[in-house]
């Protein structure tokens, strides 16, 4: 049985968190902590936990956390993980940070889009847990950098393509589309129900925080530095991200591209939370929303390639990949508690 904690639990990722945990048959949650409603029942600040659970929903104390937990997942804002994670790696816990605060690598991107980085000496010893491409870094991390949900559907999109040398990496144009939790459990004039219901906008465009993180990881798997363009537009839903991106084929690629669709399956073949649609078929929100789903969508358009992926941000996007990753890190099936 592993002994888990959440710090974050009030946010909508940490009701997400603790909802799977709780029917999650290895898992003991034995913490769980928010800066906002610390000393009440969980269940009175999240009422949908109503007759689930009576745990006491702590204020954050890392000397508490660390001395119930085995496991630690931070479901904070942006730069406040870097406050817990070295304090919980020293106390010899694994954590699962749900920022992006251990996501990217060159700090000097990391303070241009977020602010300046107080524990750079555990950002090299992170993994970017997407499980698809680095299951078996994931399986000895300690710390674990949770993907972005943008990031999670635009890097499943593109990694077939990419990897196998099919793609320009150089043309990658990924237009997404979020609903209004992707922005977190905030008060901000730009998510209230009036500003977006019956509305439809693209915001940050090409300057999103998101970008260097997908472009890191197309980097990777490209073999040299690329940067992507992308541009997110905001939909007046509650959940879902819908991603369709546009890439060029490469000059060497014909032999390898005749059966894109075959090449997605076989790309993904082994893996327990791909779904690729068969030819002409692409993925709707509906198809993923409430589970820890990423479905895929192929175009082959003689020169170039649309790919459509589709996921539900808080689930596959953040806490259900979180717990997807925990389960690989204990060898437990990968499965567990995300059907």
Same mark, same amino acid.
């Not at 945990?21 to 009440?40: A, D, E």
């Not at 970017?128 to 943008?150: D, F, H, M, Q, V």
């Not at 490209?222 to 363009?229: E, F, N, Q, Y």
């Not at 991200?241 to 997605?264: E, F, G, M, P, R």
């Given at each position: ?15 997400e968190l603790v909802a799977i945990l709780l029917r999650h048959p ?71 940070? &749900?920022?992006?605060?251990? @996501? ?5 991107? *990391?303070? #241009?889009?977020?602010?300046?980085? =107080? !524990? %750079? $000496? ?52 990924i237009d997404a589309k979020s609903g209004v939790s992707g922005a ?49 537009? &905001?939909?007046?839903?509650? @959940? ?5 991106? *546009?890439? #060029?084929?490469?000059?060497?690629? =014909? !032999? %390898? $591209? ?13 893996e327990p939370f791909i779904r690729i649609k068969e030819e002409g ?59």
């Amino acid at each position: 049985m592993i002994n888990v904690g959440v710090v974050g639990a009030t946010g909508y990722v940490g009701e997400e968190l603790v909802a799977i945990l709780l029917r999650h048959p290895g898992v003991k949650l034995t913490n769980i902590s928010s800066r906002t409603s610390g000393g009440q029942k969980y269940s009175d600040s999240a009422p949908w936990f109503k007759g689930k659970t009576d745990i006491i929903c702590e204020s954050p104390d890392i000397n508490k956390i660390a001395a119930k937990s085995d496991l630690v997942f931070l479901a904070l804002p942006h730069t406040a993980s870097m406050d817990f994670v070295p304090e919980l790696l020293k106390k010899g816990k694994r954590v699962i940070d &749900l920022s992006a605060d251990y @996501r990217i690598k060159d700090l000097k991107i *990391y303070e #241009k889009f977020y602010a300046g980085h =107080k !524990d %750079k $000496s555990s950002v090299k010893d992170s993994v970017y847990g997407l499980p698809e491409i680095y299951r078996a870094k994931i399986k000895g991390a300690k710390l674990i950098a949770n993907p972005g949900c943008y990031p999670t559907a635009s890097i499943l999109a593109c990694a077939p393509l990419v990897a196998l040398g099919v793609a320009d990496p150089a043309s990658i144009i990924i237009d997404a589309k979020s609903g209004v939790s992707g922005a977190g459990k905030k008060v901000a004039e730009a998510m209230l129900f009036p500003e977006v219901n019956e509305d439809f906008r693209a915001y940050k465009v090409n300057k999103h925080q998101h970008a260097p993180e997908i472009s890191q990881e197309i980097s990777k798997l490209a073999g040299k530095r690329i940067a992507v363009t992308f541009v997110p537009h &905001l939909l007046p839903l509650n @959940r879902g991200i819908l991603a369709t991106v *546009y890439i #060029k084929k490469s000059q060497k690629s =014909k !032999d %390898k $591209s005749k059966n894109l669709l075959q090449l997605y399956k076989r790309f993904y073949k082994n893996e327990p939370f791909i779904r690729i649609k068969e030819e002409g078929s692409f993925p709707r929100l509906k198809d993923v929303a409430y589970t820890n789903f990423c479905d895929i969508g192929i175009e082959d358009c003689a020169e170039s390639v649309i790919v459509i992926a589709a996921i539900d941000n808080l689930l596959k996007g953040a806490a259900g990949q979180a717990v997807q990753n925990m389960n690989i890190m204990y060898g437990l099936p990968e499965k567990t508690a995300l059907l």
